[in-house]
């Protein structure tokens, strides 16, 4: 009975607080052009900070002189399904069209770094948290065997440790905290080269050769108790100059961007197929949905009619091959293992194919009014048609396409093979600030819980926001989401 009991007043997970390690993540979104590592022109959005009790909006967290997130020098983990891709130091901070935005560079991971990432998607070192063999017990978080409880960080990292230097020796810019005592003046975290902070407060990683004036965009001095995020900012680039992006170009990408106050295992969200022939099928599955949802299924011919006194000639039934089915625009299928051990979750994205654009009349041609060209006069003698009226046959004006349709279908596969959708939404071009179009950026554990969230951008016509969604038992229910941003 007190077992029972137990159970039916259980909370669910519970975080245990650790002072000395409070919990500050944020999640922003990278968007560039051209090749990924070295874009042509680049901008970072903020979307989340999450400070160990809820998220908050990116944009307008802490936000004087300029949100927490975009601080300059803050240096981004660039993740694709929770792999590590590469590194985004913030070197400026600006706003563009009344939307916050950071700059800066990409640079590539070291190799320790990319070893490591390698390695935390290696599904055999995950049974254990990636420290061998040594104790086959379940654990929620294991502390590496070598890692000491002080604050001597002379031991070796754990080889599944996240987003951070990452070296396989000690990193001599990894922030530390130290207990305020009644004589220490507050000297703050190490490796910031900022003003004095409060060192009970969090921080995240900070590089060397870092300056808090905020990129020339905000004013004012920064805020001595402010938390930090991780810093790092590349020797030899502060005086470069920065491409920025503007609009929305069609070949923009995009890419999560993670940083945190404390490094985290890799988490990989790419979901693995225990049969490959799975994963073409349930696609398959999902186009037929979508397909439906956006109207372009085909419908089937009516057999011809015949007369009723007509002979109808014995021939040999040959089956009819089923109609090519009409192409996806836009399409985009993703799947994703969002917590070690659960089901595959599947998104797809697309579209109705893009209508043709109208073609520009000449200048001065009245090809878009209604009016007939003015009659041209010329002298001399007259001709036997001259004098006669001439007409000018209108020509009936095309019919207006439809606008352009989207789609976004969540799911996962049931007992039976078969798909359950969890969430399905669709909208068209014409009714985009009412409805927006859900555009997938990445799968990104927002909160550190090794729970994985969908990211979503939600462009509408005028303005856009982005929003985080669980899927949890089920079910697929928006998280947050961030202010409209123009």
Do not use: C
Not at 36 to 41: I, L, N, Y
Not at 87 to 94: P, R, S
Not at 115 to 141: I, M, Q, R, T, W
């Amino acid at each position: 009975m007190i077992a029972i009991g137990a159970l039916a007043q259980y909370p669910g997970r519970i975080t245990k607080t650790d002072d000395k390690k409070p919990v500050l993540r944020a999640v922003s979104v990278l968007e560039w052009v051209g090749a990924p590592g070295k874009p042509s022109a680049s901008r970072l959005v903020p979307v989340a900070v999450y400070d160990g009790q809820q998220l908050n909006d990116g944009t307008i967290y802490l936000p004087e002189p300029y949100p927490l997130a975009v601080s300059n020098g803050i240096e981004y983990e660039l993740q694709t399904a929770g792999k590590p891709i590469g590194l985004f130091d913030l070197m400026g901070v600006g706003k563009e069209d009344g939307e916050w935005e950071g700059f800066g560079a990409w640079k590539p991971l070291t190799t320790p770094e990319a070893k490591k990432a390698e390695d935390a998607f290696n599904s055999s070192s995950l049974k254990n948290g990636g420290f061998g063999d040594a104790d086959d017990k379940p654990v929620l978080k294991r502390k590496h065997p070598k890692e000491a409880d002080t604050d001597d960080t002379s031991g070796t990292k754990p080889a599944g440790s996240g987003s951070g230097t990452g070296s396989a020796g000690s990193d001599p810019d990894r922030p530390t905290l130290h207990r305020k005592t009644s004589d220490d003046s507050g000297s703050g975290s190490s490796g910031a080269g900022t003003a004095s902070t409060d060192p009970d407060r969090p921080t995240l990683h900070r590089s060397k050769h870092v300056d808090d004036s905020g990129g020339g965009a905000g004013t004012g001095t920064p805020d001595p108790d402010r938390p930090r995020l991780k810093h790092g900012k590349p020797a030899g680039l502060e005086d470069a100059e920065i491409p920025l992006l503007t609009g929305f170009p069609p070949s923009m990408q995009q890419a999560v961007a993670v940083s945190d106050a404390y490094d985290h295992a890799e988490h990989p969200w790419q979901y693995s197929w225990a049969n490959p022939d799975d994963q073409a099928k349930m696609k398959t599955a999902l186009e037929t949905i979508a397909r439906t949802e956006l109207g372009l299924d085909k419908p089937a011919k009516p057999p011809a009619k015949t007369a009723k006194n007509a002979v109808r000639k014995k021939t040999p039934l040959v089956p009819l091959a089923p109609p090519e089915p009409a192409p996806l625009a836009d399409e985009q299928f993703r799947v994703f293992e969002l917590a070690y051990g659960s089901t595959a979750t599947l998104v797809l994205t697309a579209s109705t194919p893009a209508p043709p654009a109208a073609a520009a009349a000449p200048q001065g041609s009245s090809a878009d009014t209604d009016e007939p060209p003015p009659p041209v006069i010329k002298r001399g003698k007259p001709t036997s048609n001259s004098s006669a009226a001439t007409t000018t046959a209108k020509t009936p004006p095309a019919p207006k396409p439809a606008p352009q349709k989207f789609v976004t279908i969540i799911a996962q596969p049931d007992l039976y093979g078969g798909i359950l959708v969890l969430y399905k939404t669709s909208t068209d071009a014409a009714h985009l600030d009412d409805k927006p179009r859900m555009r997938l950026v990445d799968a990104v554990d927002a909160m550190a819980d090794n729970r994985g969230e969908l990211l979503f951008e939600l462009r509408g016509q005028t303005q856009r926001q982005f929003a985080l969604y669980r899927v949890l038992r089920g079910s697929a229910e928006q998280l947050f989401a961030t202010v409209a941003l123009p």
